[in-house]
């Protein structure tokens, strides 16, 4: 099994590296990053690179592709190469993923028109542009498109998908292996729950609100 894991300048790293430590814990599977070329690829920090050891053209076919978010994406919206590759390998792949933002170039490339899917909060409307239809949820299944919210939300999509292909004792392996029990320090994990005037400072410097 193939999963490939997109990456593109200043992608978020949990985004693409939750995943894959959930992910690559399936039997049998062989975990890629890919990019338009190949060499390391900075996390929107710019203190992180990860290395794409693969061309988007070399890996035409994997099983599973997950596409992470990150400020980098909206650069991405019109990079005409990544979207077609999207539309390419989503013609075979089994499980179409992404992660916060990455939901939003599924949608630019067509793939989730008239599918619910789920986003960071900040960027949720924007999907309904693209013919998607936004939830709040933290992980989504549509058929074989699996979106997650923002950041920390992909270790949960990648787990659910790991239930999917491998079964549920297994899935419940790899989050006992990896001791993923989350007890934050505080309750404000989402817009819903956080403090008004916390969720408005984010929401006025977002760059979905300026743009």
Request: hydrophobic residues 45%.
């Amino acid at each position: 099994m193939q999963i490939a894991i997109v990456l593109f300048d200043r992608f978020t790293a949990l985004d693409a590296v939750g995943p894959y430590e959930i992910l690559s814990r399936l039997p049998d599977a062989r975990t890629v990053f890919v990019a338009e070329r190949t060499g390391p690829v900075r996390a929107d920090t710019g203190f992180l690179a990860i290395t794409a050891d693969r061309t988007l053209a070399e890996v035409p076919r994997p099983d599973i592709v997950v596409v992470p978010g990150g400020p980098g994406q909206q650069e991405q919206m019109d990079d005409e190469p990544l979207l077609d590759w999207l539309r390419t390998a989503d013609a075979t792949s089994t499980w179409t993923t992404s992660v916060c933002t990455g939901s939003l170039l599924l949608a630019a490339a067509g793939l989730l028109d008239g599918r619910r899917a789920s986003s960071h909060w900040l960027a949720l409307d924007r999907l309904a542009r693209f013919g998607a239809e936004p939830t709040g949820e933290r992980v989504v299944l549509d058929d074989k498109y699996v979106t997650a919210a923002g950041v920390s939300a992909g270790i949960d999509m990648a787990l659910t998908l790991v239930g999917r292909i491998a079964g549920d004792d297994h899935a419940m392996a790899v989050q006992l292996a990896t001791e993923y029990d989350p007890q934050p320090p505080y309750d404000a994990g989402s817009p819903q729950k956080a403090p008004a005037d916390l969720v408005e400072k984010l929401r006025s410097g977002s760059r979905f609100t300026l743009t």
